[in-house]
Nanobody, 123 residues
Framework: DVQLQASGGGLVQAGGSLRLSCAAS????????IGWFRQAPGQEREGVSA????????VYADSVKGRFTISSDNAKNTVYLQMNSLKPEDTAVYYC????????????????WGQGTQVTVSS
């Protein structure tokens, strides 16, 4: 079975940093894209960033460009989301997900989802 395990969330002050991890198992790791999404209370799920594990291509939402960096360690079957210069509006539950249709920030294209990890940024 495909499994995704997100971790690394927490409470941080504005301007601080966090690194989220997504440990993946149960599929051929090189032929999928992994995306990070977030959902704040009362809001729709938003695509944050995604990476192709076959060629390393990445995509970012405009709201996080220049602050967040996605990377992968295929040997460890893990994808990371380094989040710097965090803002209170980054507060949300963050999810990682897997797709086999390239890289996209559109949630309906993702077939597999991990549980969320809470990120809270205080002002």
């Amino acid at each position: 079975d495909v499994q995704l395990q997100a971790s690394g969330g927490g409470l941080v002050q504005a301007g601080g940093s966090l690194r989220l991890s997504c440990a993946a198992s149960g599929f051929t790791f090189d032929d999928v894209g992994i995306g990070w999404f977030r959902q704040a209370p009362g809001q729709e799920r938003e695509g944050v960033s995604a990476i192709s594990l076959s060629d390393g291509n990445t995509v970012y939402a405009d709201s996080v460009k220049g602050r967040f960096t996605i990377s992968s360690d295929n040997a460890k079957n893990t994808v990371y989301l380094q989040m710097n210069s965090l803002k209170p509006e980054d507060t949300a539950v963050y999810y990682c997900a897997a797709t086999r249709v390239g890289i996209t920030l559109l949630a309906p294209w993702y077939s597999y989802w991990g549980q969320g990890t809470q990120v809270t940024v205080s002002s």
